[in-house]
């Protein structure tokens, strides 16, 4: 019995050790971390695209020329619809899904028909022809 002391250190030693490797696991231990990063084939593919729309005088003349709000795809005059498909199909990433809309205000003016629990990136290009402003934003997710 003279060397129950001994014992008993090493087991309070050993139990504080192993409390504190618990600890210092469920620190670290934050789960999965979220990128936020936006790749960039994505960054160079939407900065490319919403810089040929502006460049593009009939695009232009769609976005500040028509009272139309919403979907760019869905444009109520057709050329204007086939020549948004046009400059953004061709640049689209592959395996990537996008959708377009023009707004006049800084809010979303579509629902997206983006997953709901996918990664969504997006650019926008303000146009301002006179008096009318107009915003057109690019959504990328896979």
């Known amino acids: 019995m003279v060397n129950n002391k001994g014992y008993l250190r090493i087991l309070e030693a050993v139990i504080a050790s192993v409390l504190l490797l618990g600890i210092v696991l ?11 990063d936006v790749p960039s084939q994505v960054v160079e593919s939407q900065k490319y695209t919403l810089e040929k729309i502006s460049l593009n005088e009939t695009l232009r003349i769609c976005i500040s020329g028509f009272s139309y709000i919403g979907n760019c795809l869905t444009h109520s005059d057709t050329s204007c619809k ?13 395996g990537y899904s996008f959708a377009c809309e023009i707004c006049n205000t800084p809010l979303s003016c579509i629902s997206s028909s983006a997953p709901p629990d996918t990664s969504v990136y997006t650019d926008a290009r303000f146009f301002v022809d006179k008096t009318i402003e107009r915003i057109v934003r690019l959504y990328y997710w896979r």
Do not use: H, Q, R, Y
């Open 26 to 36: 469920f620190i670290n231990s934050k789960g999965p971390e979220l990128s936020t």
């Open 82 to 94: 086939d020549a948004f498909i046009d400059a953004i199909t061709k640049n689209v990433p592959s």
